[in-house]
């Protein structure tokens, strides 16, 4: 059974582009969480996706997007990055129970994001 | 809002130390919780979880109760290992759809 997977594991992009993350949940989960991890920080909650809709926002700006596909998969977009957008990108993965959201959020390696 | 606090770190203990990593949730709701563990140059992994007051969860000789009364869920283990040096983080849901709050991390450092 694959866990949650991410793509791709490493990223450089210079300030003012644009990038797209990649993310497949483990099998039989339908909800898609995004996470932004600074250098020796916690993660922070960007959105959560379900049904193909953005259930529930961070405090992030709206140059992040994202997008859930019919399969659960799920995109990050961020465009016009700045220096501080560099991070690691946590996608976890949970499946609905009951309508309360409160099942196991299990998280894959990571995209490591470099704006130079 | 909703905050988590864990202890400082880093930790640094010698093997088959004991080991204790404060973390209090300010969530309110009974909510689960949750310790993850970082290793380096990877991802968050699941080490434990408890879902009500007075559950206690286990894994890998890690154990954590979670006390209602005191808002508390401290990690504990009774002898630590060199591969247990990794990034402990604490995390409760916050809110009504599972968004994730987590403290700071803890470093833990096991030295032969």
């Known amino acids: 059974d694959a866990g949650v997977t991410q793509s791709p594991t490493h990223l450089i992009k210079t300030r003012g582009q644009q990038v797209t993350l990649r993310c497949s949940p483990k099998?039989?989960?339908?909800?898609v969480s995004w996470y932004q991890q600074a250098l020796g920080q916690g993660p922070q909650f960007i959105f959560q996706y379900y049904e193909e809709e953005e259930r529930q926002r961070g405090n992030f700006p709206d140059r992040f997007s994202g997008h859930q596909f019919p399969n659960y998969s799920s995109e990050l977009n961020v465009n016009a990055l700045l220096l501080g957008d560099s991070a690691l990108y946590l996608c976890?993965?949970?499946?609905?129970?009951?309508?309360?959201?409160?099942?196991?959020?299990?998280f894959g390696p990571g995209t490591r994001l470099t704006v130079l | 809002g909703d905050s988590v606090t864990q202890m400082e770190g880093p930790v640094t203990l010698s093997e088959e130390a004991f080991l204790t990593i404060n973390c209090t949730y300010t969530?309110?709701?009974?909510?689960?919780l949750f310790w993850y563990v970082q290793y380096p140059g990877e991802g968050l992994q699941l080490l434990l979880k408890a879902t009500k007051a007075d559950d206690k969860g286990s894994n890998k000789g890690f154990e954590a109760t979670y006390r209602k009364e005191t808002t508390s869920f401290h990690l504990e283990k009774g002898s630590v290992q060199v591969s247990d040096s990794a990034v402990y983080f604490c995390a409760s849901p916050s809110g009504g759809y599972n968004k994730l709050i987590f403290g700071a991390g803890t470093r833990l450092a096991v030295h032969p």
């Open positions: 969530a309110t709701g009974y909510p689960s």
């Open positions: 099998s039989g989960h339908d909800t």
């Open positions: 976890a993965s949970s499946r609905l129970a009951g309508g309360k959201g409160t099942d196991t959020q299990y």
